[in-house]
T-cell receptor, first 115, second 114 residues
Framework: AQSVAQPEDQVNVAEGNPLTVKCTYS??????LFWYVQYPNRGLQFLLK????DNLVKGSYGFEAEFNKSQTSFHLKKPSALVSDSALYFC?????????????WGAGTKLIIKP | EAQVTQNPRYLITVTGKKLTVTCSQN?????MSWYRQDPGLGLRQIYY???????DKGDVPEGYKVSRKEKRNFPLILESPSPNQTSLYFC?????????????FGPGTRLTVT
């Protein structure tokens, strides 16, 4: 079965420290991986994606993610957290189903950055 | 500005009173989708549409209907809403599903059914 896991419901980080939000996946075939962010009272916004090529992907707002095929992971990272990074983060994997790509979503991780 | 719009943003209604949540995108996207978001459950797909007049069930379609008569619009219809449909609803679109494009989301509709 194809799935995405975000093992932490919540991650707490002090402002200025590096942050990591974890994501692991299970799919057949090549994985296409995404991170989205949801700020309070807003819709989801696309942050970054891995399709192919360099395992380190850079995205919006200084975020990056590292694709690790052997560990089937796609962790989201940022070198120095800002209070404004506090939000809900979703990992998703795109899976080929009947000739079309459909997104499978993780449950989300709440990131809290403390001043 | 490229965007997905939803209306209304907030809706309180009573059990059994039919309602429609509209969704429109101005990016000429082929693919559109409806999700509901509930605490602890993440995003669950209700229905999706690959193109005009092509719709299919997602993971939680019971109690919902959709239509795709025009490329830009994808309304969600609750013919007889029930309290378990109280949720935050998102419409999303992407260019197509031929390759894994990112999805663009609307601002959400918070629905309360009493």
């Amino acid at each position: 079965a194809q799935s995405v896991a975000q093992p932490e419901d919540q991650v707490n980080v002090a402002e200025g420290n590096p942050l990591t939000v974890k994501c692991t996946y299970s799919v057949s075939g090549n994985p296409y991986l995404f991170w989205y962010v949801q700020y309070p009272n807003r819709g989801l916004q696309f942050l970054l994606k891995y399709i192919t090529g360099d395992n380190l992907v850079k995205g919006s707002y200084g975020f990056e993610a590292e694709f690790n095929k052997s560990q089937t992971s796609f962790h989201l990272k940022k070198p120095s957290a800002l209070v404004s990074d506090s939000a809900l983060y979703f990992c998703a994997v795109s899976s080929l189903m009947d000739s079309n790509y459909q997104l499978i979503w993780g449950a989300g991780t709440k990131l809290i950055i403390k001043p | 500005e490229a965007q997905v719009t939803q209306n209304p943003r907030y809706l309180i209604t009573v059990t059994g009173k039919k309602l429609t949540v509209t969704c429109s995108q101005n990016m000429n996207h082929e693919y559109m989708s409806w999700y509901r978001q509930d605490p602890g459950l993440g995003l669950r797909q209700i229905y999706y549409s690959m193109n005009v007049e092509v719709t299919d069930k997602g993971d939680v379609p019971e109690g919902y209907k959709v239509s795709r008569k025009e490329k830009r619009n994808f309304p969600l219809i609750l013919e007889s809403p029930s309290p378990n449909q109280t949720s935050l609803y998102f419409c999303a679109s992407s260019l197509s599903t031929g390759i894994p494009y990112e999805q663009y989301f609307g601002p959400g509709t918070r629905l309360t059914v009493t």
